[in-house]
């Protein structure tokens, strides 16, 4: 599944927050964490809002079983290093603190028109046999 939204739209994040969510309720098992997805979500799009006002590419795809969530910008980016707990009074760095303790792997590459966040969500997919759900052609697992 792809989106595409100016990160000034609010609506925009809001309705592709609520369609990613609703995606993930048809697939996941019952022990996958989806607010901890939606978190994850508005995390990263806030840093693009922040580092890099413009169009925001979201991505959601499916890798042996687990979600997997890309979010791509088109701005000049910010100095992302592996470090550990922000400062108790930074005033910056909480964000993807919080990113990387809920997801279970994230990384975060510069690319020559932006930044590209990935995300390994806290939520499984339910087996194609288990039959709870349809599966559709844009899963690709």
């Known amino acids: 599944m792809h989106w595409r939204f100016e990160s000034r739209d609010a609506n925009g994040a809001y309705d592709v927050r609520n369609d990613l969510i609703a995606h993930l309720q048809a697939r996941a098992?019952?022990?996958?964490?989806?607010?901890?997805?939606?978190?994850?979500?508005?995390?990263l799009v806030g840093n693009v809002v922040r580092h890099a006002?413009?169009?925001?590419?979201i991505a959601l795809e499916w890798h042996a079983g687990i979600a997997v969530?890309?979010?791509?910008?088109?701005?000049?980016?910010?100095?992302w290093r592996e470090l550990g707990p922000p400062e108790p009074l930074a005033e910056s760095g909480r964000g993807l603190f919080i990113v990387r303790a809920l997801a279970?792997?994230?990384?975060?590459v510069r690319h020559?028109?932006?930044m590209e966040a990935v995300?390994?969500?806290p939520v499984h997919r339910r087996s194609?046999?288990?039959?709870?759900?349809?599966?559709?052609?844009?899963?690709?697992?």
């Open 128 to 141: 194609l046999d288990s039959g709870r759900f349809a599966p559709d052609a844009r899963d690709d697992t």
């Open 104 to 108: 279970q792997h994230l990384r975060v």
């Open 69 to 79: 969530l890309r979010v791509r910008d088109s701005g000049p980016g910010f100095d």
């Open 53 to 57: 006002p413009g169009p925001i590419s």
């Open 29 to 43: 098992t019952d022990d996958s964490d989806l607010d901890a997805a939606a978190l994850v979500f508005g995390e």
């Open 112 to 114: 020559d028109s932006g």
């Open 119 to 121: 995300a390994w969500l």
